[in-house]
């Protein structure tokens, strides 16, 4: 197995906002410590999506800890999470999500912080493996209401994905590769406002040289970026425009062009939330004649209070993946409803129940469906208190 992947025993992570996390007064240290484990369990009537394939009970166990000392501009921590889905093995294999960040950041005056982060990850599913080891740092610097950003990542990556549209089989081997990417920013806020403009460019580079078919994947990425947010009347709303461009010198691929974006409305009125969410991105991917999927999601979900301690969500999500070059698309739909009690000392009872339907290039289209119940339990373990004074 490839380098990177024999790194990676480590789990899922999931990154908070840095104003929850924040001092609360100059001279106090605070420590911020949230831990959340649970279960899920259910059945699911193809949870591959193909044809033929066979029902089968699901039990997921997932655990998840972020941990910050300080805060983000000035202190240290990580964010873990750990994802396990069992099915019966006669029906299809089990599927995982592992990461673990940390996380350290530390002020260079004022107005300036740096903030590092070494990441590790690990994903496993039917038709897609990857792990991945990434290194970043970022540098911010305040002028009155201006920001000035600029970040590095360095990146390994060992990725093997199924070929689903002539259900093939996954690579003898998987493709590695490393990631070299620089950033630099600027941005304006006023109030609740901010828009911003960035500007990406990074080297992908093959391990191997060519790839199972001797062609060269190596290719490079530029990417400017225009970002917004605001609140207005109490609706989040936020977005970004992308132009994507990657250039393959070898030309043994076609240039992928493409405009990425991203878009999100939060709207409350009384006990209802409103959901909104638009994405495209670009994806990795090892199937033959193509270097990168370009993945586009849209989801709308409603949220209704009824009191205090009990909540219910209808959503509708639909996401397309196009593996550019080889003139395939995978198309996924799908409703769903979800009920959720808050229960006494932490613990939160879920139910949930969706329907899809999932279209695969040159494949019959494949409706399925799932039930779940689920049991949760949130720990906090954070602490705020001044530091003990040092001897002297």
Do not use: C
Not at 168 to 197: H, K, M, Q, V, Y
């Amino acid at each position: 197995m490839a380098v990177a992947t024999r790194i990676i025993i480590l789990s899922a992570l999931a990154l908070h906002s840095p104003s929850a996390l924040a001092t609360e007064a100059s001279g106090e240290e605070r420590e911020s410590s949230i831990a959340v484990i649970g279960l899920r369990g259910g059945f699911d009537s193809n949870p591959a999506g193909i044809q033929g394939a066979k029902g089968t009970p699901v039990v997921t166990t997932y655990a998840t800890w972020d941990y910050l000392h300080g805060t983000l501009q000035d202190g240290y921590g990580l964010n873990l999470s750990l994802v396990e889905t069992q099915y019966d093995p006669r029906a299809l294999a089990s599927a995982r999500a592992h990461s673990l960040t940390l996380k350290h950041g530390f002020s260079l005056g004022d107005a300036s912080a740096l903030q590092s982060s070494l990441s590790v990850n690990n994903e496993q599913s039917w038709s897609r493996r990857k792990s991945s080891l990434a290194w970043r740092e970022r540098l911010d610097h305040g002028i009155g209401p201006f920001r000035l950003f600029a970040s590095g990542e360095a990146r390994l990556t060992a990725l093997n994905e199924r070929n689903v549209f002539n259900l093939g089989d996954f690579l003898p081997r998987d493709e590695n590769f490393g990631t070299l990417g620089l950033t630099a920013g600027a941005a304006w806020r006023s109030g609740e406002t901010e828009i911003g403009l960035s500007f990406s460019a990074s080297r992908v580079h093959y391990i191997e040289g060519v790839d199972y078919l001797g062609f060269r994947r190596d290719h490079n990425r530029l990417q400017p970026n225009l970002f917004f947010s605001t609140v207005l009347g109490g609706a989040a709303i936020e977005g970004s425009l992308s132009p994507f461009r990657a250039y393959f010198p070898e030309k043994e691929f076609d240039a992928v062009e493409s405009l990425l974006y991203t878009a999100k409305l939060r709207l409350p009125y009384e006990r209802f939330t409103l959901d909104l969410g638009s994405a495209r991105t670009v994806e990795d991917t090892t199937l033959p004649f193509s270097v990168i999927n370009v993945t586009t999601a849209h989801e709308a979900k409603l949220t209704a209070r009824i009191d205090d301690d009990n909540a219910i969500s209808l959503s509708a999500r639909r996401k397309t993946d196009d593996y550019v070059g080889l003139d395939a698309r995978s198309d996924q739909k799908g409703i769903g409803i979800d009920y959720q009690r808050s229960l006494s000392k932490g613990f939160t009872a879920t139910a949930s129940g969706a329907w899809r339907k999932t279209k695969e290039t040159g494949l019959t289209p494949v409706t399925s469906f799932s039930v779940m119940l689920g049991l949760q339990k949130q720990l906090d373990l954070s602490r705020i208190g001044k530091p003990e004074k040092s001897g002297g």
